[in-house]
Structures are given as C-alpha cells and as structure tokens.
C-alpha cells in the first residue's frame, strides 16, 4: 500500500529561452508497520459499528426477526450488544418496535476503543506514521 505523488514541472532553460525542459519529480509515501495496524483497527472498528447501526435500526422500526437478515443481524451483532445489557432494562421482544440505548452506547464504546488501541500503537510517531522519499529527474 503505497500513497504516491507526481509532480511535473517544465523549467525555462537559460542558453535558449524557446526551448524547455521538463523535471520529473516523483514523491512516494510508504506507511510504517504501526500505521497499516491502526488502519487496520479502524477498518474492523468501521464494520463493527456499521453492523450496530443495521440492528439499531432493525430494532427501531421493528424487524421482523423470522426474516432471515434481520435474524442474521440480531444474531451475529448479539454478542457485541450483549455486555451492555445490564446497563438499562433489558427487553427481548423481537419484532417490535423499540429504541435499543444499549446499541447506541455499544457503538460510542467500540469507537472508543478503536481510537484508544489506534493512538496506542502510532504513538511516538511523527509525520504521521509516513515514511517519504523524493526522486526527481530531467527529461
């Protein structure tokens, strides 16, 4: 995975002002180790609550969970939502309309703790977690 820039640049010669020359210049941006994981986290912390956003919604309007993606929703986002439970009343009635706090309040945590784990493994990194190297050439 590499950013890459060009820039091209034509530059006057000074001998002969009707001629030019062009300057290649090609800059390209690898990202570190530390960079690659935290975007990894953030893609696996983007999916998670893209999926908890699906079962907050289901939920609102009331799924049916005999459907079988609503079924498939509620039961692959189960285990996400289930440690926070606890936190208010509880109500496993399915099919019925409802505003699931506990949803929300599991999307605000994981992105919470994606942005914590991302911080964590570029920490000390300058540039941005980016490593550069600059060519140019005269054509």
Same mark, same amino acid.
Do not use: C, K
């Given at each position: 995975? *590499?950013?890459?820039? $060009? &820039?091209?640049? $034509?530059?006057?010669?000074?001998?002969?002002?009707?001629?030019?020359?062009?300057? &290649?210049?090609?800059?390209?941006?690898?990202?570190?180790?530390?960079?690659?994981?935290?975007?990894?986290?953030?893609? *696996?912390?983007?999916?998670?609550?893209?999926?908890?956003?699906?079962?907050?919604?289901?939920?609102?309007?009331?799924?049916?969970?005999?459907?079988? /993606? @609503?079924?498939?929703?509620?039961?692959?986002?189960?285990? /996400? *939502? @289930?440690?926070? /439970?606890?936190?208010?009343?509880?109500?496993? %009635?399915?099919?019925?309309? %409802?505003?699931?706090?506990?949803?929300?309040? @599991?999307? *605000?945590?994981?992105?919470?703790? @994606?942005?914590?784990?991302?911080?964590?493994?570029?920490?000390?990194?300058?540039? %941005?977690?980016?490593?550069?190297?600059?060519?140019?050439?005269?054509?």
């Amino acid at each position: 995975m *590499v950013d890459r820039i $060009e &820039h091209i640049e $034509e530059v006057e010669t000074p001998t002969n002002m009707a001629s030019t020359s062009a300057v &290649h210049e090609v800059t390209t941006a690898t990202p570190t180790l530390s960079t690659l994981v935290a975007r990894v986290i953030w893609y *696996v912390a983007g999916v998670l609550v893209a999926l908890l956003i699906v079962r907050f919604m289901l939920a609102l309007l009331g799924a049916n969970p005999g459907n079988g /993606f @609503a079924n498939f929703i509620y039961s692959v986002s189960h285990p /996400f *939502v @289930a440690p926070f /439970f606890g936190l208010f009343s509880y109500d496993q %009635r399915l099919g019925v309309g %409802r505003f699931e706090i506990y949803t929300l309040i @599991a999307m *605000v945590v994981y992105a919470l703790v @994606a942005w914590a784990l991302a911080r964590l493994v570029t920490i000390g990194q300058s540039d %941005r977690g980016t490593h550069y190297t600059h060519h140019a050439t005269r054509a």
